[in-house]
C-alpha cells in the first residue's frame, strides 16, 4: 500500500448555503505588476482540474484586460465548457507563503473558483 505524506493540513470550510463542509482554500491574489491590486479568494481545491479558473471579473478587479491574455477552453466531466484567458498572477497564504501561477479568467459568470493541479504542484 502506497502512502503519502502531505506538508499542509488544512480543515475543510463551512459553507452555509448548502449546509455542507467543502476544500475552500482562501488566497491572497494579486497582479504582480500592479502589487497594490489584491484580493483574498475563496477557491475551491479540485484535483480533477488540470489548470485554476477564476471568475473574469477577478481579473478585472486586479487591473488586468481580461481579454489580452491567450485564450484557452476548460470542460467539466458534465459537459459544461467556458473560455478563460491566461494571466500571470501572484498567490499569497500564510502557511504557503508567496508564488506566481499562470490562471484563468472566465469570460463567464462561474459558481466557484477553481484552484487545480497547477497549483496543488508548486504547493
Same mark, same amino acid.
Given at each position: 500500500?502506497?502512502?503519502?505524506?502531505?506538508? =499542509?493540513?488544512?480543515?475543510?470550510?463551512?459553507?452555509?448555503?448548502?449546509?455542507?463542509?467543502?476544500?475552500?482554500?482562501?488566497?491572497?491574489?494579486?497582479?504582480?505588476?500592479?502589487?497594490?491590486?489584491?484580493?483574498?479568494?475563496?477557491?475551491?481545491?479540485?484535483?480533477?482540474?488540470?489548470?485554476?479558473?477564476?471568475?473574469?471579473?477577478?481579473?478585472?478587479?486586479?487591473?488586468?484586460?481580461?481579454?489580452?491574455?491567450?485564450?484557452?477552453?476548460?470542460?467539466? !466531466?458534465?459537459?459544461?465548457?467556458?473560455?478563460?484567458? +491566461? =494571466?500571470?498572477?501572484?498567490?499569497?497564504?500564510?502557511?504557503?507563503?508567496?508564488?506566481?501561477?499562470?490562471?484563468?479568467?472566465?469570460?463567464?459568470?462561474? !459558481?466557484?473558483? +477553481?484552484?487545480?493541479?497547477?497549483?496543488?504542484?508548486?504547493?
Amino acid at each position: 500500500m502506497v502512502t503519502v505524506q502531505y506538508q =499542509h493540513e488544512f480543515p475543510y470550510t463551512y459553507v452555509g448555503e448548502y449546509d455542507d463542509y467543502f476544500p475552500i482554500l482562501t488566497l491572497r491574489m494579486t497582479n504582480p505588476r500592479q502589487p497594490e491590486q489584491s484580493l483574498d479568494i475563496d477557491g475551491y481545491l479540485d484535483s480533477g482540474a488540470k489548470r485554476s479558473l477564476f471568475d473574469g471579473w477577478i481579473a478585472a478587479t486586479l487591473g488586468f484586460d481580461l481579454f489580452s491574455g491567450p485564450q484557452v477552453t476548460h470542460g467539466s !466531466s458534465t459537459g459544461f465548457h467556458t473560455t478563460g484567458h +491566461l =494571466h500571470q498572477v501572484r498567490f499569497f497564504h500564510l502557511a504557503l507563503g508567496s508564488f506566481d501561477l499562470e490562471v484563468s479568467f472566465s469570460t463567464v459568470e462561474i !459558481s466557484r473558483n +477553481l484552484v487545480g493541479r497547477d497549483f496543488f504542484n508548486l504547493v
